[in-house]
Every structure is written in C-alpha cells, then in structure tokens.
T-cell receptor, first 113, second 113 residues
Framework: DTGVSQDPRHKITKRGQNVTFRCDPI?????LYWYRQTLGQGPEFLTY????????KSRLLSDRFSAERPKGSFSTLEIQRTEQGDSAMYLC???????????FGSGTRLTVV | DQQVKQNSPSLSVQEGRISILNCDYT??????FLWYKKYPAEGPTFLIS?????DKNEDGRFTVFLNKSAKHLSLHIVPSQPGDSAVYFC????????????FGKGTKLSVKP
C-alpha cells in the first residue's frame, strides 16, 4: 500500500462550477477524514467517516459541500457552485479507530478563478 | 478564536543544536496532543503524540513535554538535522472525538548546516 492517494493534485475552476475530489485511504484504515488548509493556517477539520458512516461534520461544511464514502473505501468531496473563498488545499487522511496519528495524503489544491 | 496557538511563525537553528517548538492551548477539555511535520507539496506527517495523563513522551530525537497547568506543550528535537527543516504543526483533540483535530498555524523550522 502506497499511502493515502488524492486525485486530482491540482484543480482550477471557474466560480460557480462544481468540483469533485477523490481520496483513496490506506486499505485497512476504517476512518477517513477531510481537512481544508488555507495559506498561513493549519488544517481545519471538515468531516470524517467511520467505514461508510459520516460521524461528524464541521460548521465549515456548508450546504454546498457534500462528502460520501459509499462502500467504506474511497471517498469523494464535492463542492457545488464554487466561490473564490473555496480556494484552498483539501487534505484527506485515514487511520484506524483509536489511533490519532492520521496518515495524510498530499492534498488537492483548488483554485477558483 | 484560536484554541491552539503557535506564536512563533519561524525558528532557525544550527545543525546539531536543540530545536524547541512551542504550542499553547486554551481549551482545558483537550486530552490528546500531537505534532505533525509538513514538507512543501506534501501532506502533514504524524510525528509524536502525548496524552494529557502524561507530561513527557520521547521517540528517538523527538520529545514532547506537556504542562497542563500552563496549557503549554513543546517539541524538542535533539540533535537537529537539516532534514528536520519543515513546518511543524501542533494539534489537539477533545476526548472521545478523535475525528476533529484542532491545529495551530504552524512553525517553520530551518536547520542550518
């Protein structure tokens, strides 16, 4: 297993368009997390899954954002009607239950123009 | 309101000397603390953690100290190596949540040969 994979690495989109990111976690990890990082800030929690169940969502996750993990394996994060303020690095991480030291992917950098 | 604060944006240290990175927090409910290291164009990498029931945890060249009364933790790297040059993030979690890590803004460490 090569770690957590995120696709695409970079995405440039026009304001108002929808975008979808994919995350493939480490295969034996049952927990999957999404974080967002903007310039000069630390990662900010968005949501996390245990298997296919979405257990927690941040208030940062407006109704334009939706995340799924349909079969408890890969996950997608969709942003509808993108805004310039959505420009950020979107990080995915995975772990086993009970272990706080997540493994992060390299992220998807979103630029909304 | 920042619950996890890293007040030094940057730190420069000579190779072989000790690096001390500091972190303060405000939420007394935090019961687990972690340090992550991040290289450019990569996701954060878990480094070391400490539970609030301990005051010290050591792993090779890395030691984390926790002072609960002062709501302060620090990461010591001894001896520092040029490969340690990265951004270091302090993170904290409220018991039972596990999914929601609160990160500081990071400290950029430069270790000069």
């Amino acid at each position: 297993d090569t770690g957590v994979s995120q696709d695409p690495r970079h995405k440039i989109t026009k304001r108002g368009q929808n975008v979808t990111f994919r995350c493939d976690p480490i295969s034996e990890h049952n927990r999957l997390y999404w974080y967002r990082q903007t310039l000069g800030q630390g990662p900010e929690f968005l949501t996390y899954f245990q298997n296919e169940a979405q257990l927690e969502k941040s208030r940062l996750l407006s109704d334009r954002f939706s995340a799924e993990r349909p079969k408890g394996s890969f996950s997608t994060l969709e942003i509808q009607r993108t805004e310039q303020g959505d420009s950020a690095m979107y990080l995915c991480a995975s772990s086993l239950t009970g272990f706080y030291g997540y493994t992060f992917g390299s992220g998807t950098r979103l630029t909304v123009v | 309101d920042q619950q996890v604060k890293q007040n030094s944006p940057s730190l420069s240290v000579q190779e072989g000397r000790i690096s001390i990175l500091n972190c303060d927090y405000t939420n007394s409910m935090f019961d687990y603390f972690l340090w992550y290291k991040k290289y450019p164009a990569e996701g954060p990498t878990f480094l070391i953690s400490i539970s609030s029931i301990k005051d010290k945890n050591e792993d090779g060249r890395f030691t984390v100290f926790l002072n609960k009364s002062a709501k302060h933790l620090s990461l010591h790297i001894v001896p520092s190596q040029p490969g340690d040059s990265a951004v270091y993030f302090c993170a904290a979690s409220v018991g039972g949540s596990q999914g929601n890590l609160i990160f500081g803004k990071g400290t950029k460490l430069s270790v000069k040969p």
